[in-house]
């Protein structure tokens, strides 16, 4: 078992479909992220999470919502998205809080959205 | 703020070629530097960082050195081999950023056999 598990691994969704994306890990960390890879663009950081709390929202559309239940699991609720939206969705943990860690992260294999 | 800048690819090489990416970067104070991989399919790891001015970070054959006077993260290995196809990501961590992780737009690298 990988350290960072997300779910689905492929979604296509229309535009007026309500989905989530699930992410979970398995390293004790205490920090979660969520980052958005489109095609020919850099990595996009969307929100962190330090010990369940956000800390961060790189102004992201209230489209996405995320929830932190718990320091092991993150979740990207999904509600009337844009084709543009279109993306592998990253989850990624870290150890220590974010912003005090030393920088490495773990990935999941990322969630693979296409809306329609 | 602070950035990253990779050379653009897809970079196509043969076998056993030696590999050069390009990595400069501009930051305030002291930043930690790292190069991450994605395999076609997969998230992305953490290939090999660097702390400090000087240091060179190494993994899987592959070697960067913290350049302070260029500002420069250069990733390199002397033979590449097919299995080493995949996405290769420059980054900086820097606590002038909220200790954020700041990403090139990555290099796509392609080894044909």
């Known amino acids: 078992e990988t350290g960072v598990t997300q779910t689905p691994r492929h979604l296509v969704m229309g535009m007026t479909n309500k989905k989530s994306l699930k992410c979970e890990q398995h390293l004790g960390h205490n920090a979660m992220y969520w980052y958005k890879q489109s095609a020919k663009k850099p990595l996009e950081l969307m929100f962190v999470y330090n010990f369940k709390e956000q800390t961060e929202n790189n102004s992201v559309p209230s489209r996405f919502s995320p929830e932190c239940p718990n320091s092991s699991h993150l979740f990207l609720h999904l509600h009337t998205l844009q084709p543009e939206d279109s993306a592998l969705y990253l989850c990624?943990?870290?150890?220590?809080?974010?912003?005090?860690?030393?920088?490495?992260?773990?990935f999941g294999e990322g969630s693979r959205l296409t809306v329609l | 703020g602070d950035s990253v800048t990779q050379m653009e690819g897809p970079v196509t090489l043969s076998e056993e070629a030696f590999l050069t990416i390009n990595c400069t970067y501009t930051?305030?104070?002291?930043?930690?530097l790292f190069w991450y991989v994605q395999y076609p399919g997969e998230g992305l790891q953490l290939l090999l960082k660097?702390?400090?001015?000087?240091d060179k970070g190494s993994n899987k054959g592959f070697e960067a050195t913290y350049r302070k006077e260029t500002t420069s993260f250069h990733l390199e290995k002397g033979s590449v081999q097919v299995s080493d196809s995949a996405v290769y990501f420059c980054a900086l961590h820097s606590y002038n950023q909220g200790g954020k992780l700041i990403f090139g737009q990555g290099t796509e690298l392609s080894v044909k056999p």
């Open positions: 660097a702390t400090k001015a000087d």
């Open positions: 990624a943990s870290s150890q220590g809080v974010a912003g005090q860690n030393t920088g490495e992260l773990f």
């Open positions: 930051a305030t104070g002291y930043p930690s």
